[in-house]
């Protein structure tokens, strides 16, 4: 694989995290690393690579200027994972207190051979409370000569206690420009035959993750003949393609379909916290597409063609800003919680329309601001209704119903009430007539059906 073999071997080769690497680099020639770090930020930005740089650095015969030489007998050892005194644990596979008791237990011992015991703790936030417990008694007293280095994508869930005893840096999305130089160097270095168009293509859907603009190379690369068009086609297909289904499920309000699709997710095994957080992404750049038009290209991290479907889904922003705040309340990132939020999203406005299509957003044929334009001026015929029923004394029980009861407008101009409870209900029925001729009096639309839902929600 590309991206083991282009793993950077010094602090120098590490790209776009120079506000990072330089700091550390002046610890180690200064003799001045802290015992504990902690690297945060988007997957494959380098935090593992510059952990295992960074113990090389520490524990190198002939160190130059804080780096690695990269020769000498403890380079090669740590290098090919052979040192025992520099240990990597992978959080997200061994989560559980035994396994961080075996990494205790071994600190009571002198190093075999490294002048410093480095301790690589991979997605730290995995761990399980006992096991963050156990190893927060460790950071309070560290032992000597030992430097732990705890990396995660999602800091936030450490707590503070952790956080407040490490020196924290954050990586930073790569930029465009210095994936380019990157993919530029290693398919020269490879001689793998791509132009500058495909480079530069590929750089930009990498969305700053230099591991995925790697990967993307290593796919490229069998390839007969590397084309841009070739390259795009395989972008098209390859990414983004659940994340086009699952958002035009949700706008459509789809939720049967939003829940088959997460099935088959789940069924495929992916891994949840990151597809909630891609997907959040996703809709953020459906946000761009829509305010910002042809202007966010430079915006998007997408080909050109996904960046016209993203344009093409037909919702308007209200409903998008609507659908990112929702996805931001959810704070544990697995499936029961994608679930929940697509049935959320999905109750917004109501059931797609009988007998249209549900495949594919793109069938459904309406004017979006006309629709807005509609949904404010029901808003305000209720609102209208509310006040007038209440200042009747025989329609103050209707009134007060009707103001407490939810509403929703599809886009076929179904209003649909739902009442809290059955004696509600029964207000609401009784008030039907003049709830249809104030909705159509007050909102000046004419072709409106109203109906008035049980108090579950079924109507
Ligand atoms: N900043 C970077 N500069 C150069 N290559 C990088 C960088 N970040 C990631 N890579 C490439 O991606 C691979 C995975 O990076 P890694 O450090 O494991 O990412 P992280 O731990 O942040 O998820 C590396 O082997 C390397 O090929
Ligand atoms: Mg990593
Ligand atoms: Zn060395």
Known sequence: MLYNEFRPKRFSDIVGQGHITEIIRNQVVKKNVSHAYLFSGTRGTGKTTTAKVLAKAVNCLNPKDGEPCGTCEMCKKIEDGNCIDVIEMDAASKRRIEDMRNIISSLNYPTTEAKFRVIILDEVHMLTQEAVNAFLKTLEEPPQNTIFILATTDPQKLPATILSRCQRFNFRRVSIEDIYKRLKYISEK????????????????????????????????????????????????????????????????????????????????ID??????????????????????????????????????????????????????????????????????????????????????????????????????????????????????????????????????????????EIKIVPATLKEKNILEEGYTWLEKGYKQFSGISDLKIIICDNGGKC
């Open 272 to 413: 949840f916290n990151v597809f909630i957080k891609d997907f959040m992404r996703f809709l953020r750049h459906i946000l761009m597409s829509k305010v910002m038009g042809s202007e966010a290209n430079s915006v998007i991290p997408m080909t050109d063609t996904d960046i016209t479907r993203l344009s093409n889904l037909k919702v308007t922003k209200g409903e998008v800003i609507n659908t990112i705040e929702l996805f931001q309340k959810i704070d544990s990132k697995d499936r029961t919680s994608l679930e929940l939020a697509v049935i959320k999203a999905g109750s917004f406005v109501g059931k797609p329309a009988e007998g249209k299509s549900n495949k594919g957003v793109e069938n459904t044929n309406y004017n979006e601001v006309d629709f807005e334009e509609k949904v404010k001026k029901i808003t305000f015929a209720k609102k209208q209704m509310v006040e007038n029923f209440k200042k009747l004394p025989q329609y103050k029980a209707l009134g007060d119903t009707f103001e407490k009861s939810k509403m929703f407008i599809n886009k076929v101009m």
């Open 190 to 269: 490879s001689s793998i035959k791509v132009d500058d168009k495909s480079l530069v293509l590929i750089s930009k859907v990498s969305d700053g993750g230099m591991r995925d603009a790697v990967s993307i190379l290593d796919q490229v690369k069998d390839l007969n003949n590397v084309s841009y068009k070739e390259v795009s086609e395989l972008l098209g297909v390859s990414g983004n393609e659940n994340m086009f289904k699952l958002s035009s499920y949700i706008f459509q309000r789809n939720i049967p379909a939003s829940l088959e699709l997460i099935n088959y997710l789940d069924n495929q095994g």
